[in-house]
């Protein structure tokens, strides 16, 4: 199981190389778009599945734990906390499909489902992307760290699960309402891309949702 940030490496690598491979202005076109909305996607997901592995153990948290535990889960928060590589292709990705979509697509259910994609980009990056960074820098403080790294009495105890439930919150319904959508409506352009140039979805793309599922 490769570590988010390697995994979104290895697609973003994978897709240039598919590009670059690729023949004929139409082609390479509709390649753009393609390749900016699964690493949208990708990405959107990647970040949800980081968050969720760094706050989740959170809420088991117990004054019990060793200090090799406690200092995990510190380094754990830090690493995320402080990589934006995830969050920046998410902005760079949005950007590049919106720039895409500017070219006039005669399919509307492919039109449509590139939209779905960006509104989902949209909703990930200004409400629950948002949301996240805005709370871990309110909880960035000695306070918290010290009930991580020291605590032993109910109040720390209450401080660090507060904080895992608090940003498991932020996160709220974002698989069901954003990251399931957008993952569907990839399913949709790829059919399309596929069925109007005759060329077959390149590996990394079919083996994308399973990818995501088992990152983390």
């Known amino acids: 199981m490769l570590p988010p940030v390697q ?3 290895e697609i973003s690598e994978d897709a240039e190389h598919w590009y670059g491979e690729l023949r004929g202005r139409q082609l390479r076109r509709a390649a753009v778009r393609l390749r900016h909305a699964a690493l949208l996607v990708a990405a959107m997901h990647l970040y949800d599945n980081e968050a969720r592995s760094v706050y989740e153990p959170l809420r088991s ?3 019990t734990w060793t200090g090799e535990t406690r200092d995990q889960a510190r380094r754990s928060i830090e690493n995320f906390e402080r990589n934006h590589v995830i969050y920046t292709q998410a902005q760079q990705s949005r950007g590049g499909l919106e720039e895409a979509l500017r070219s006039r ?3 509307q259910s492919e039109r449509d489902a590139y939209e779905a994609i960006k ?3 949209d909703k990930f990056i200004d409400d629950f992307a948002y949301r996240i960074r805005k709370e871990k820098y309110q909880y960035d403080s000695p306070a918290f760290l010290d009930a991580l790294m ?3 009495d109910a109040s720390s105890l209450n401080t660090v699960i507060d904080h895992g439930k608090l940003m498991l919150e932020s996160l709220g319904p974002l698989r069901e309402s954003v990251l399931d959508r957008a993952l569907t409506s990839l399913g949709t352009v790829e059919a399309s891309f596929e069925r109007r140039f005759g060329v077959p979805t390149p590996e990394w ?3 994308l949702p399973i990818a ?3 990152s983390g």
């Open 119 to 121: 509104d989902c980009g």
């Open 61 to 63: 948290f117990e004054p």
């Open 105 to 107: 697509l005669a399919d």
């Open 7 to 9: 995994l979104l490496h």
């Open 150 to 152: 020291h605590g032993a």
């Open 205 to 207: 793309l079919t083996t």
């Open 212 to 214: 995501l599922g088992s």
